[in-house]
T-cell receptor
């Protein structure tokens, strides 16, 4: 399953499938990007980050891809599990022009069907 | 658990009340943040403290008053709030070697606030 971030705030996938959550950012000077996961009743939890000098970074079952040409960030979750159901936020940081503060996207709600 | 705790977890208050939100971090970080999370909106940064000094105040109304007595504790004092202030208030902390509030942030569970 695949989402387009702000234009499709919900994504429903079957357990075991791969999920792709997309995020478009607007600031070409952003140098650092983070994906957060927020489960119901909890605060955002860091998943994975990537710096602007990289285009791919892998973690455990997750991969973040960065395409600076089109200002697009994606989070891929392999073999999605029910415990992955949550809202996923991307955040960008412009170290020099925005005081380094994180700017968060609206979020995409991922729902995993057993 | 992320090492950042917030109390209370839920709060209902009238518009004339005064209340305070508390955040404590057990991570040895030197920067702390307050965010507001409203339904269907991105997280909004409210305040940043680094090395116990306020380094950012994002045009937040004066009815919200932060306090950072030391690097482990952060408060948000609330006074004469409006119903539109109802939201989830999240605290975060980070290690910020440059004193500018830029490190990776760890979030608490939030306080769900309802203003009647």
């Amino acid at each position: 399953g695949e989402s387009v971030g702000l234009h499709l705030p919900t994504l429903s996938v079957q357990e075991g499938d791969n999920s792709i959550i997309n995020c478009a950012y607007s600031n070409s000077a952003s140098d650092y990007f983070i994906w957060y996961k927020q489960e119901s009743g909890k605060g955002p939890q860091f998943i994975i980050d990537i710096r602007s000098n990289m285009d791919k970074r892998q973690g455990q079952r997750v991969t973040v891809l960065l395409n600076k040409t089109v200002k697009h960030l994606s989070l891929q979750i392999a073999a999605t599990q029910p415990g992955d159901s949550a809202v996923y936020f991307c955040a960008e940081r412009d170290l020099y022009n925005q005081g380094g503060k994180l700017i968060f996207g609206q979020g995409t709600e991922l729902s995993v069907k057993p | 658990e992320t090492g950042v705790t917030q109390t209370p977890r839920h709060l209902v208050m009238g518009m004339t009340n005064k209340k305070s939100l508390k955040c404590e971090q057990h991570l040895g970080h030197n920067a702390m943040y307050w965010y507001k999370q409203s339904a269907k909106k991105p997280l909004e940064l409210m305040f940043v403290y680094s090395l116990e000094e306020r380094v950012e105040n994002n045009s937040v109304p004066s009815r919200f008053s932060p306090e950072c007595p030391n690097s482990s504790h952060l408060f948000l004092h609330l006074h004469t709030l409006q119903p539109e202030d109802s939201a989830l208030y999240l605290c975060a902390s980070s290690q910020d070697p440059e004193g500018t509030g830029r490190g990776e942030q760890y979030f608490g569970p939030g306080t769900r606030l309802l203003v009647l």
